[in-house]
């Protein structure tokens, strides 16, 4: 029924930027907060930071001062703007849609996107 498709991941050296957006796409009434987790290889899944419908965000620690979160709630989009990249940033980042509400339907949903995969060379 709702669909995160992200974009902007690559390959960047340290230091570079780089930045990432996810876009819901269905039948959506609302969604109350977005956000991006990552992966990283042979490690758990972690938040990296979000936003919700009225602006406020949380990030990570290991990410404050280097990330910016925003987002276009008329496009159901969020960004994620990364500067100052280091080789630790590596993972795999996820867009996640929470709360979402659907037309027609009284419950709330949580959903996620395929990955972007991000790899930043020393």
């Known amino acids: 029924q709702v669909q995160l498709v992200e974009s902007g991941g690559g390959l960047v050296q340290a230091g570079g930027s780089l930045s990432l957006s996810c876009t819901a796409s269905?039948?959506?009434?609302?969604?109350?907060?977005m956000g991006w987790y990552r992966r990283a290889p042979g490690k758990q899944r972690e938040l990296v930071a979000t936003i919700t419908s009225g602006g406020s965000t949380n990030y990570a620690d290991s990410v404050k001062g280097r990330f910016t979160i925003s987002r276009d709630n008329a496009k159901n989009t969020v960004y994620l703007q990364m500067n100052s990249l280091k080789p630790e940033d590596t993972a795999v980042y996820y867009c996640?849609?929470?709360?979402?509400?659907?037309?027609?339907?009284?419950?709330?949903?949580?959903?996620w996107g395929q990955g972007t995969q991000v790899t930043v060379s020393s």
């Open positions: 269905g039948n959506i009434l609302s969604i109350n907060a």
């Open positions: 996640n849609a929470d709360r979402v509400r659907l037309r027609g339907l009284l419950s709330s949903y949580n959903y």
